[in-house]
């Protein structure tokens, strides 16, 4: 199969780019799940940020993204963010989107953490579903071919040029694509951590993908740990909590009932940022003053009911079902693996290091610095996703000459996990276990060498496909070791705690304002820091 | 950790024949749902098993299946021992994995009109409901219509009336609804009563494209004569022989002398006024045997319930209005329907009512009844829509035929005769009522029991069993009994 443009990925960014793409040329989307399921923008539920009222404005927004980012944020790709995220809510609205709105008919906006103005726009609580329906109607109406439960496996190349991908369908059987241009929108990877936010397609899979075909990938300690999740039942921990819980005025309080944030922002208190808001949630249940579920109280019981029921409808149905009235009883709350602010080292046109190879959305660097505000992904996956998909779709078409010793090397991998032996479950198991004790929250050198050296030791070449449907499985955990492995080495690269990496034992004199510090770095050929210009 | 025995719905297209149920036993956390325990089966005893998820948390849509026949969202059932876990009714893949995109390809989408028009509040809020469609499917698994017509199904009918009330859109979507199978909804209510998101399809938007399609004079023309007919005489049948109004009094009285157990108004409905009557007097004898006293007011008209299911709407108003004040101007404070559809209606359609709207097996059983002669027959239950899914009632009726013959279950679907679809869409009527007399077939019952005149009307006619209500079989008990005692 060959194509102009193919774009990896169907959330919000991978679904962008395709539309934008498709005024180019013919383009191939690409979805290990179904179009409109998949990644993590179908459950994104508290809002999109976007300057549209004459009181805020874009240089606030700026600044509230690049303090929230601690700094390490890329100064011009946050210009973009801000100055075209109104631009894509129109597109969005133009294609039939429904926000909420306010009396006067306009774009409704809640305050969100880490922001002096309230300019997240909003669906309730179910506003990336909202945007991702709204995608997928856009995408049914373009002549664009989906390629749904279709695994890539790894990007082809042309000596250094990216050409395409080959990827595992549904049944297990190899086929290959060429492109002129390739986008990699592959969302998050908080799934190598035991508790995540993240659907089942959060497992780091384009990170590992770009690295191994030679993409480099910057700030990839900068994992967020979102400070709500929920804790009951077990097997759903992790789930999103929405940051609109306390948008709309819910409080935290610890099993003493003391409204804890005082100690730690009494400024900002809930609403500080997602960093330090969990910060102070896993301190004070470290410090034994969580619930027997471990985790602190997150209340909206003080607010109306009719408040509770049209903002935050989805939380109240998914409580309801785990046997919790949010109306009348508190949700029990704590900190969980939710966004991976590294990524591809992209340009403002959304290229990668490597020729022929564009990023978007989660998958990139750069643009959440150290710290992601709530509401600025959703927006990031349409400013950048059209931006990654114009450019690809831009690019010239050429002639693709497949290396037929990459699809050899991909049969051999293949091969091996039909005749391996451990089950990809079970790695997989242990690979969260030992990121979450030993590269979560707070982390020293120790735990990540000793992380590090656990996940090598996993036996990751030796997993075992019980048929060809289940070598997709394995190449996923072979992804997610390779993404942990990542987020530990540039974990110890970065001698500094920021935005969300802390380094419980490095104590430092300066800032993030003023750090010496840039963006870790790490390719196949090479890994370290950079210094920042002078200041 | 708990221990859950579960069966499980297997078949690969590449070996299999048909698909057959296998057992497995796994550990569980506490408050585990369905996904999970399909994730430890995978995990840990059976990695070729395949079913579908993603967001985890009910908001993508991929894992519906059904347990125990019901459709659900794996990731939010709660997981018991014991159950059985199957692919929801579409075409099955694999194990629990069916095609969903041959149907969610189908649904429409928005085509934006060449300048933009921002949607105002109200019609924000008007679509606000329609728009947390997570097209699981659950709603096209259980619908009856889609399995013997060309329906495009309650998802592609919750989307077109959303874009119909969006400014942006620039299509005729009534157009569209009509020919994609507006009419052949039953209005069972099915997709409604599994929908995780609890959309109410038939009301929201069935009712609402037909109440458009009818400005546009795209009703049915069965429909338009039913209507002028309701107009015309009040009722939505004609006379063909002595109505029940015509041969009762006002006030019936109970039997012997003590105290009556209650006061109750009569709504007697259309169908069972002027084509059943004989079952809507055999309904009195045993209010009144029971010690029941009747207030039946002649001046009753059609609930309305053909024209809002069919969206003719205009004289709706009156019929409410006069059959509001025909009850409440007698001071009556609780109102009988023994028709499932006038019940639903009164219940569902009809606002701030001065007086309680009870069905006739909620009062049977809310004061309790004389107990019959239990007579030597199996029987099965057909449960009518409106009185299962329109009004919640399932157990009442079961309660009251158990004191009387003996009751093998059937699956709860669609007869077929509602909605309109009887008249307006025989063919389909006729199918559905055909599978119906084949599930009935399959008890081995010797009679069919029901609680809704359409229903009972429209199984006698797909069906050599005798089709009965639950007051017939009732009446007919007592007179056994006291036959036995003379």
């Given at each position: 199969?060959?194509?102009?443009?193919?774009?990896?990925?169907?959330?919000?960014?991978?679904?962008?780019?395709?539309?934008?793409?498709?005024?180019?040329?013919?383009?191939?989307?690409?979805?290990?799940?179904?179009?409109?399921?998949?990644?993590?923008?179908?459950?994104?539920?508290?809002?999109?940020?976007?300057v549209l009222r004459e009181q805020d404005s874009c240089g606030i927004h700026f600044e509230d993204t690049m303090k929230g980012g601690a700094f390490l944020n890329d100064p011009e790709l946050v210009k973009i963010l801000v100055a075209e995220s109104p631009q894509r809510m129109d597109d969005l609205i133009r294609w039939g989107a429904v926000f909420d709105v306010t009396a006067d008919n306009k774009v409704a906006q809640r305050p969100f953490g880490g922001q002096r103005f309230p300019r997240t726009c909003y669906a309730g609580d179910r506003t990336g579903?909202?945007?991702?329906?709204?995608?997928?109607?856009?995408?049914?109406?373009?002549?664009?071919?989906?390629?749904?439960?279709?695994?890539?496996?790894?990007?082809?190349?042309?000596?250094?040029?990216?050409?395409?991908?080959?990827?595992?369908?549904?049944?297990?059987?190899?086929?290959?694509?060429?492109?002129?241009?390739?986008?990699?929108?592959?969302?998050?990877?908080?799934?190598?951590?035991?508790?995540?936010?993240?659907?089942?397609?959060?497992?780091g899979d384009g990170y590992a993908i770009g690295y191994r075909a030679g993409a480099e990938l910057i700030d990839m300690e900068m994992v967020q740990f979102h400070p709500t999740g929920a804790v009951f039942p077990y097997d759903a921990r992790g789930r999103l909590v929405t940051e609109a819980v306390r948008g709309e005025g819910g409080i935290l309080k610890n099993v003493l009932g003391e409204r804890f944030m005082k100690q730690y922002d009494?400024?900002?208190?809930?609403?500080?940022?997602?960093?330090?808001?969990a910060r102070s949630i896993a301190t004070e249940i470290n410090k034994g003053r969580g619930t027997k579920n471990g985790g602190v109280y997150l209340d909206v019981t003080h607010l109306p009911r009719e408040q509770i029921e049209n903002r935050l409808p989805v939380m109240l149905?998914?409580?309801?079902?785990?046997?919790?009235?949010?109306?009348?009883?508190?949700?029990?709350?704590?900190?969980?693996?939710?966004?991976?602010?590294?990524?591809?080292?992209?340009?403002?046109?959304?290229?990668?290091?490597?020729?022929?190879?564009?990023?978007?959305?989660?998958?990139?660097?750069?643009?959440?610095?150290?710290?992601?505000?709530?509401?600025?992904?959703?927006?990031?996956?349409?400013?950048?996703?059209?931006?990654?998909?114009?450019?690809?779709?831009?690019?010239?078409?050429?002639?693709?000459?497949?290396?037929?010793?990459?699809?050899?090397?991909?049969?051999?991998?293949?091969?091996?996990?039909?005749?391996?032996?451990?089950?990809?479950?079970?790695?997989?198991?242990?690979?969260?276990?030992?990121?979450?004790?030993?590269?979560?929250?707070?982390?020293?050198?120790?735990?990540?060498?000793?992380?590090?050296?656990?996940?090598?030791?996993?036996?990751?070449?030796?997993?075992?496909?019980?048929?060809?449907?289940?070598?997709?499985?394995?190449?996923?955990?072979?992804?997610?070791?390779?993404?942990?492995?990542?987020?530990?080495?540039?974990?110890?690269?970065?001698?500094?705690?920021?935005?969300?990496h802390v380094r419980t034992d490095i104590c430092h004199a300066w800032d993030a304002a003023t750090s010496p510090f840039a963006h870790t770095y790490i390719s196949h050929s090479r890994e370290g820091i950079e210094r920042r210009a002078t200041l | 950790m708990i221990r859950l025995s579960v069966m499980v719905y297997r078949f690969d297209p590449a070996m299999d024949t048909r698909g057959r149920l296998v057992q497995y036993t796994v550990e569980a956390n506490e408050g585990a749902r369905v996904l999970h325990v399909l994730h430890a089966i995978h995990d840990s005893?059976?990695?070729?098993?395949?079913?579908?998820?993603?967001?985890?948390?009910?908001q993508c849509g991929s894992c519906a299946v059904r347990v125990n026949g019901e459709p659900v969202l794996a990731c939010m059932e709660e997981a018991r021992d014991g159950m059985v876990i199957e692919p929801l009714k579409l075409a099955v893949k694999k194990d629990l994995v069916v095609d969903l995109m041959?149907?969610?390809?189908?649904?429409?989408?928005?085509?934006?009109?060449?300048?933009?028009?921002?949607?105002?509040?109200?019609?924000?809020?008007?679509?606000?409901?329609?728009?947390?469609?997570?097209?699981?499917?659950?709603?096209?698994?259980?619908?009856?219509?889609m399995d013997v017509t060309k329906f495009l199904g309650p998802a592609a009918m919750r989307q077109e009336i959303r874009l119909a009330l969006d400014p942006r859109d620039s299509r005729d979507r009534i157009t569209d609804s009509v020919k994609e199978g507006l009419f052949t909804c039953t209005s069972c209510q099915a997709c409604w009563k599994v929908c995780p998101k609890n959309i109410e399809i038939p009301g929201k938007a069935i009712e609402k494209l037909r109440a458009f399609a009818n400005k546009k004079g795209l009703t049915l023309p069965r429909h338009q004569e039913v209507a002028a007919l309701v107009k015309e005489t009040g009722r939505s049948v004609t006379r063909i022989e002595p109505t029940f109004l015509e041969q009762v009094g006002e006030v019936l009285e109970p039997y012997g002398t003590g105290i009556p157990k209650a006061t109750m108004g009569f709504f007697v409905g259309c169908m069972y006024n002027m084509r059943l009557p004989?079952?809507?007097?055999?309904?009195?004898?045993?209010?009144?045997?029971?010690?029941?006293?009747?207030?039946?007011?002649?001046?009753?008209?059609?609930?309305?319930?053909?024209?809002?299911?069919?969206?003719?709407?205009?004289?709706?108003?009156?019929?409410?209005?006069?059959?509001?004040?025909?009850?409440?101007?007698?001071?009556?404070?609780?109102?009988?329907?023994?028709?499932?559809?006038?019940?639903?209606?009164?219940?569902?359609?009809?606002?701030?009512?001065?007086?309680?709207?009870?069905?006739?097996?909620?009062?049977?059983?809310?004061?309790?009844i004389e107990q019959p002669?239990?007579?030597?027959?199996?029987?099965?239950?057909?449960?009518?829509?409106?009185?299962?899914?329109?009004?919640?009632?399932?157990?009442?009726?079961?309660?009251?035929?158990?004191?009387?013959?003996?009751?093998?279950?059937?699956?709860?679907?669609?007869?077929?005769?509602?909605?309109?679809?009887?008249?307006?869409?025989?063919?389909?009527?006729?199918?559905?009522?055909?599978?119906?007399?084949?599930?009935?077939?399959?008890?081995?019952?010797?009679?069919?029991?029901?609680?809704?005149?359409?229903?009972?009307?429209?199984?006698?006619?797909?069906?050599?069993?005798?089709?009965?209500?639950?007051?017939?079989?009732?009446?007919?008990?007592?007179?056994?009994?006291?036959?036995k005692r003379q």
């Open positions: 199969m060959d194509c102009h443009v193919l774009v990896i990925g169907s959330g919000g960014a991978g679904v962008r780019a395709a539309i934008e793409a498709s005024t180019y040329g013919d383009v191939v989307l690409i979805s290990k799940t179904i179009v409109g399921k998949g990644g993590c923008t179908p459950m994104a539920e508290g809002g999109y940020n976007a579903h909202e945007m991702m329906t709204t995608l997928v109607e856009r995408l049914k109406g373009l002549p664009v071919e989906t390629l749904a439960e279709t695994t890539v496996i790894d990007l082809l190349k042309d000596s250094d040029r990216v050409i395409g991908a080959c990827a595992l369908d549904e049944k297990g059987d190899l086929i290959t694509i060429t492109a002129d241009s390739t986008v990699l929108a592959t969302g998050g990877g908080t799934r190598v951590f035991d508790i995540s936010t993240n659907s089942a397609s959060g497992t009494p400024e900002r208190m809930e609403l500080s940022t997602r960093d330090v808001v149905e998914q409580f309801l079902t785990f046997g919790v009235d949010i109306r009348i009883e508190p949700m029990e709350v704590a900190p969980t693996a939710h966004h991976i602010m590294g990524g591809f080292r992209i340009t403002q046109r959304g290229e990668t290091t490597l020729p022929g190879l564009f990023a978007c959305g989660e998958s990139t660097g750069g643009v959440h610095g150290a710290n992601r505000l709530g509401g600025n992904a959703l927006a990031d996956t349409q400013v950048f996703g059209k931006r990654a998909g114009e450019a690809a779709g831009m690019s010239e078409k050429r002639i693709k000459n497949i290396d037929p010793r990459q699809i050899v090397a991909q049969r051999e991998r293949l091969s091996r996990f039909l005749n391996g032996s451990v089950s990809p479950a079970v790695v997989a198991r242990e690979l969260q276990l030992a990121m979450w004790i030993g590269a979560g929250i707070f982390r020293n050198a120790n735990d990540l060498r000793s992380t590090l050296a656990k996940i090598m030791h996993l036996p990751a070449s030796d997993l075992k496909a019980v048929s060809e449907r289940n070598l997709s499985e394995c190449c996923t955990v072979q992804n997610m070791c390779l993404t942990a492995t990542i987020i530990c080495k540039s974990a110890l690269l970065r001698p500094e705690s920021r935005g969300a | 005893i059976d990695q070729t098993l395949s079913y579908r998820y993603c967001c985890g948390s009910g041959q149907n969610i390809d189908a649904i429409a989408f928005l085509v934006p009109r060449a300048e933009l028009v921002f949607p105002a509040k109200d019609e924000i809020d008007a679509i606000k409901p329609l728009r947390s469609c997570i097209e699981c499917l659950c709603c096209i698994s259980v619908c009856p219509a004989k079952t809507a007097l055999d309904a009195m004898e045993v209010l009144r045997r029971n010690g029941f006293r009747i207030i039946i007011p002649k001046e009753q008209v059609c609930c309305g319930s053909p024209l809002i299911r069919t969206g003719q709407l205009d004289i709706l108003d009156t019929l409410k209005r006069k059959n509001i004040e025909t009850f409440r101007s007698r001071g009556i404070d609780t109102v009988m329907t023994m028709c499932a559809g006038c019940g639903s209606t009164l219940k569902n359609d009809y606002k701030n009512l001065p007086f309680t709207i009870m069905d006739i097996n909620e009062v049977l059983t809310k004061y309790g002669a239990h007579l030597p027959i199996r029987a099965t239950y057909h449960d009518p829509c409106h009185l299962l899914r329109g009004q919640g009632i399932r157990e009442q009726p079961r309660q009251l035929i158990r004191q009387v013959v003996d009751l093998v279950e059937m699956p709860a679907i669609c007869c077929g005769s509602g909605g309109g679809v009887k008249s307006g869409m025989p063919d389909e009527a006729a199918a559905l009522g055909k599978r119906r007399g084949e599930d009935i077939q399959k008890t081995g019952a010797d009679i069919v029991i029901s609680s809704c005149p359409f229903c009972e009307f429209h199984i006698a006619g797909h069906t050599d069993r005798p089709v009965k209500n639950i007051t017939s079989i009732l009446l007919e008990g007592y007179k056994e009994k006291d036959k």
